[in-house]
């Protein structure tokens, strides 16, 4: 495996449901990220773990929970959402070099397409 | 508050018909703009990274440039397999990127 890969890269729930989104990166990076992608808009990052700690919680409701138990592997628990939710979810990595802070060029995985019935 | 503006939204080319597309930007120290390709189905793929005003990268039939307040993605000559979803980003001094809506390039034989 090379890359930033996402699992599962389809997936469909109900509002009641529990689902979980899982990103893993081969780039030995210490940074990782999620961003929402839906029609018609520009990329929205929603969380940013640099060196396993969260440094960025974009005002995400709480139905959105990350979890990155090493800098290899980032999680988004998903519960009771809502059909607005349903986007292109993508995971990515970076190196950090300056304060904690990204340089920016970003990897992406190919995104979990998420649909909320 | 940092803005990133592409255009246009969607772009028709023949194939051979060389154009370019425009990333305009606002934002409060500038460290790094990006493009990005996208492909239907898939995340943005890497593609260029400038740093300071004057600077040009070029891959294939792709040249990126930047000033002060844009930056253009030159297609020279392009190809159906250029079509796309074109994306820029710029990256601050504050450790934030912002995207814009992006460009879908369309190339036909």
């Known amino acids: 495996e090379t890359g930033v890969t996402q699992t599962p890269r389809h997936l469909v729930m109900g509002m009641t449901n529990k689902k979980s989104l899982k990103c893993e990166q081969h780039?030995?990076?210490?940074?990782m990220y999620w961003y929402k992608q839906s029609a018609k808009k520009p990329l929205e990052l929603m969380f940013v773990?640099?060196?396993?700690?969260?440094?960025e919680n974009n005002s995400v409701p709480s139905r959105f929970s990350p979890e990155c138990p090493n800098s290899s592997h980032l999680f988004l628990h998903l519960h009771t959402l809502q059909p607005e939710d349903s986007a292109l979810y993508l995971c990515?990595?970076?190196?950090?070099?300056?304060?904690?802070?990204?340089?920016?060029?970003?990897?992406f995985g190919e995104g979990s397409r998420l649909t909320v019935l | 508050e940092d803005q990133v503006t592409q255009s246009p939204e969607a772009l028709r080319l023949q194939e051979g018909e060389s154009s370019s597309l425009n990333c305009s930007y606002t934002v409060s120290g500038l460290r790094g703009l990006f493009w990005y390709r996208q492909d239907p189905g898939k995340g943005p793929e890497f593609l260029f990274t400038?740093?300071?005003a004057g600077e040009e990268k070029e891959k294939e039939r792709l040249k990126a440039t930047l000033t002060k307040k844009e930056s253009f993605l030159h297609i020279t000559a392009p190809k159906p397999e250029d079509s796309a979803t074109y994306l820029c980003?710029?990256?601050?001094?504050?450790?934030?990127?912002?995207f814009g809506d992006g460009t879908t390039l369309t190339v036909k034989p």
């Open positions: 980003a710029v990256h601050t001094n504050a450790g934030k990127s912002t």
């Open positions: 990515a990595s970076s190196q950090d070099r300056v304060g904690g802070r990204a340089t920016g060029e970003l990897f």
């Open positions: 773990y640099s060196l396993e700690e969260r440094v």
């Open positions: 400038l740093y300071s």
């Open positions: 780039l030995g990076h210490n940074a």
